[in-house]
């Protein structure tokens, strides 16, 4: 799968052009603004979302977290799969359309051993295809031992926050700390998939680097540029008030 790369970037010096004096006169609260807008942009509880609240499972209708992950989890598998208890062995009582006068016990061998190759290939057609999984209804389903199908499920409930994992891990490489990052997420440090947050005194850029297949079909890019959009606005409307309370203080006008 190749990898996807997305970048979304700020430069507050652009924001400050328009009041270079101003700029040379705040470097520290400037750089305290722009640290907390790129906090806010991985993690915020407030109103305007971060990477994080825009990133399944917290995303779109359903994002209820963790129980909303497992929820997905099990539409899909009940799309494809139904669970049976497999016995060894089938009870064969008529021969010819003629009753035996004593069963006979036939052993029986699994016609779909391989439960987590059958789901992997479904749900990498319907990445491809950028739709739901096809239910049950619409197609001949898999009936497999429910063992099997109750331990790919464990297995699956594990994965759930990888796509919103490696942004709480690039905020913590680039010294930030974001707030309200469930615990789930937290224990994700091993997730595959990988992003970089850069932060100086006068920018913050965000780049997504992952071959996880999923991030192209959640569209990575467009939440990307949409948070980025969100705290641009955001810094701007902080650093014009910081900036105008300065200048009013030192009886200077932006320059």
């Known amino acids: 799968m190749p990898s996807l790369s997305i970048v979304g970037s700020i430069d507050v010096a652009g924001i400050l052009g328009s009041c270079a004096r101003a700029r040379s ?19 915020s509880s407030g109103s305007t979302p971060g990477i994080i609240q825009l990133t399944p499972p917290f995303a779109g209708k359903n994002g209820g977290g963790l129980a909303s992950g497992k929820h997905g989890i099990n539409r899909d598998l009940a799309g494809i799969f139904v669970p049976v208890a497999l016995k060894g062995r089938r009870k064969v009582t008529q021969m010819f359309g003629k009753p035996l006068k004593k069963p006979v016990f036939v052993t029986t061998r699994e016609k779909y051993p391989n439960v987590g190759e059958i789901y992997n290939e479904r749900k990498a057609r319907q990445i491809i295809a950028g739709r739901k999984l096809v239910s049950l209804g619409r197609r001949q389903p898999y009936y ?21 994992a490696c942004w709480l891990v690039a905020a913590l490489e680039a010294g930030l700390d974001p707030k309200g990052v469930p615990p789930f997420v937290q224990a994700l440090t091993a997730a595959p998939g990988s992003a970089v947050i850069e932060v100086t005194n006068t920018s913050f850029s965000l780049l997504l680097s992952s071959s996880l297949p999923y991030n192209q079909a959640l569209d990575m890019a467009r939440k990307v540029a949409t948070v980025c959009g969100y705290r641009q606005n955001a810094f701007t409307r902080e650093v014009n008030s910081k900036v105008g309370a300065i200048l009013k203080r030192a009886g200077l006008n932006a320059a």
Do not use: F, M, N
Not at 30 to 40: G, M, S, Y
Not at 144 to 164: Q, S
């Open 25 to 43: 006169l705040l470097p520290e609260e400037v750089a305290t603004i722009t640290k907390e807008q790129a906090t806010l942009l991985v993690s």
């Open 144 to 164: 497999v031992d429910k063992t099997k199908l109750e331990l790919l499920r464990r297995e699956l409930y594990t994965h759930i926050g990888w796509a919103a």
